[in-house]
């Protein structure tokens, strides 16, 4: 099992560029989330899904849209990259019976310049 | 709105010390708490979970308590080693959808 995926480990973009942050899994886990991290201020929720057809906002949702068409996969697009959302975005799936013990992937490193 | 403090924010210890990550929480009604590693330019990993339920939990040289209602928690790490060098992160969960809420981290050098 691969667990929880993420591509690309790495990208560097222009302000104003858009692109599409991919994560996949393979645990048949119903949610799945996406979370910044950034120097100093800890991950914080960038949006989430219950399930296939369901996303909500977290904490910092503005700049990011997702959308939920399988269990598997849960992309996140910049629709308009700006200097602040240089940051790691990190991809989580959890299990909902499982105490909400949250998995993650390793990681994409995102530089817009 | 929940906060989660991490103490220290740095730690440089030498090999084979016995030492105390700590955790803690401004707002007790938790469902459960994670204790994570993560090393330099990688994912989380997860060392722990704890119910809220629970006092606390033990996985080899690592043990994790609770005190939910002082709104702590501490990872002790025995007998450290050099591979222990690592970020550990500390996060809660108010059991709905929103996610966890993390720690800054604790930074943790072990030296040969």
């Known amino acids: 099992n691969a667990g929880v995926t993420q591509t690309p480990k790495f990208q560097v973009l222009k302000t104003g560029q858009s692109m599409t942050l991919q994560c996949a899994q393979d645990?048949?886990?119903?949610?799945m989330s996406w979370y910044r991290q950034d120097p100093g201020m800890g991950l914080r929720l960038i949006h989430y899904?219950?399930?296939?057809?369901?996303?909500d906002q977290g904490e910092v949702p503005n700049g990011y849209n997702v959308s939920r068409s399988t269990t598997e996969d849960f992309p996140l697009r910049l629709l308009s990259a700006a200097p602040s959302q240089t940051s790691v975005y990190f991809c989580?799936?959890?299990?909902?019976?499982?105490?909400?013990?949250?998995?993650f992937g390793p990681g994409t490193r995102l530089t817009v310049l | 709105k929940q906060e989660v403090t991490q103490i220290p924010a740095a730690l440089s210890v030498p090999e084979g010390e016995n030492l105390v990550l700590n955790c803690s929480f401004t707002?007790?009604?938790?469902?459960?708490l994670q204790w994570f590693r993560q090393d330099p330019g990688k994912g989380l990993t997860s060392l722990l979970l704890?119910?809220?339920?629970?006092r606390e939990q033990t996985s080899g040289r690592l043990n994790a308590s609770l005190d939910k209602s002082s709104g702590r928690s501490t990872l002790y790490i025995a007998a450290s080693q050099p591979g222990d060098s690592a970020t550990y992160l500390c996060?809660?969960?108010?059991?709905?959808?929103?996610?966890?809420?993390f720690g800054k981290g604790t930074h943790l050098i072990i030296q040969p």
């Open positions: 989580a799936t959890q299990q909902m019976s499982s105490y909400n013990e949250q998995f």
């Open positions: 645990m048949n886990h119903e949610y």
């Open positions: 899904s219950v399930g296939a057809g369901i996303t």
């Open positions: 707002d007790s009604a938790i469902y459960n």
């Open positions: 704890i119910q809220s339920s629970q």
């Open positions: 996060a809660v969960s108010g059991g709905g959808a929103d996610g966890l809420t």
